[in-house]
């Protein structure tokens, strides 16, 4: 194994595997395989870049730290000789964490310093500039992000959000460095590590700057972002000989299809939407899941009496009602036992013969592969920027977990055709 991501939810790990897949426009990717959890047995010996999904997100920071590490430690062990820390393009966390500590960590463990922090992933908006994180033309504390019912993101200025979760000051590479070229960033990042910044924000607009910070990095053990710092780095391998580069085509899994959404974003409400004028779905009644009215069993039979019409569940709702039913049931006890219940749902579905799955939001599909115990998937053709489908190895089952954010108005109805019909890269 040449690269090892450690990623901090479920659909972020299948967002940067896809990244690596698919590589540069006539290069090719990685051969990738996403692993869910920590791996217990060895990676087989073709794999060229392993993915760890974790659900850390949100997680209290001493079982983010702990856990990563113990992913740097496996991925170690498969030979790796690069890292990526992967969070989320719109950088989810508190003010306590969980990217600087985890970043901290996992940089001390490795000896290094001047580490590129970069969450840019401009094929889905997402920019930074001078060290501010804009999301298309809005400022990231000005757009939906502020509402965030886990991780409200209320400062756009990357360099201060992060420097109240870490020991050490954070470093700048600014446009104009990145623009100059990789050896004007290298010699930022070296002049940042010398002077003991950890992590270093580095602006990235367009796919351009992406390629130049990869280039930069190439044997640098430790890189931090979302999926876009992985544009470049594919190539880097292949450049050097490691790599032959590869295209992973998918032929499509026939079979009963059902999709479940947790995630409150825009993007996802309009996809209910929009899905809602041509196919059956079920909005979950949030008061009688928590009062046990309601559970597994009733959503498992509406998914069965529309299980040729492309069922879809959710619990989305917009901001203020979410934070309605958040103060009446508290925020940890209403998303437990939502994802709780989509996991529960999304197992007894699998036991009776569901093959397609698409489910939307990275906590419900952290909880949903999870509850399936997927130990690991092929990175298969990409359905939109972000998103690919992922396959068992076994072909019992295909799957597109979309993070909130993602996805094109349609994407519900195009994931579910792709699974089924296959694609090539």
Known sequence: MLLGVIADDFTGAGDIANTLARGLPGEGGLAVTQYFGVPKTSAAASVEAGVISLKTRSAPVEKAVAQSLAALEWLQAQGCEQFIFKYCSTFDSTPEGNIGPVGEALAKALGVQGVVACPAFPTVGRTVHQGHLFVHDQMLSESSMRHHPLTPMTDSNLRRWLARQTKSPVGLVSTSTVRSGVDSVRKALDAAAAQGQTLVICDASIDEDLVTLGMAAAGAPLLTGGSGIAVGLPSNFIRSGRSKGRLTPFSGIEGPAAILAGSCSFATRRQIAIHAQYHPVLALDIDAVMAGTFGTEEVVDFIERHAEQAPLVYSSDDPAEVELLQSRYGREKLAQRLDGL???????????????????????????????????????????????????????????????????????????KLLQDGADH
């Not at 419900?364 to 972000?386: C, H, M, R, Y």
């Not at 068992?392 to 993602?406: E, H, Q, T, V």
């Open 342 to 416: 989509f996991a529960d749902v999304a197992r007894v579905l699998v036991e009776k013969g569901i093959r397609r799955l698409v489910v939307a939001g990275g906590e419900t599909s952290g909880a949903v592969a999870q509850a399936l115990d997927l130990d690991a998937l092929t990175i298969g053709p990409e359905i939109d920027p972000g998103v690919p489908i992922l396959a068992g190895a076994d072909g019992r089952i295909a799957l597109a977990l979309k993070s909130g954010n993602f996805g094109a108005p349609d994407f519900f109805e195009k994931a579910l």
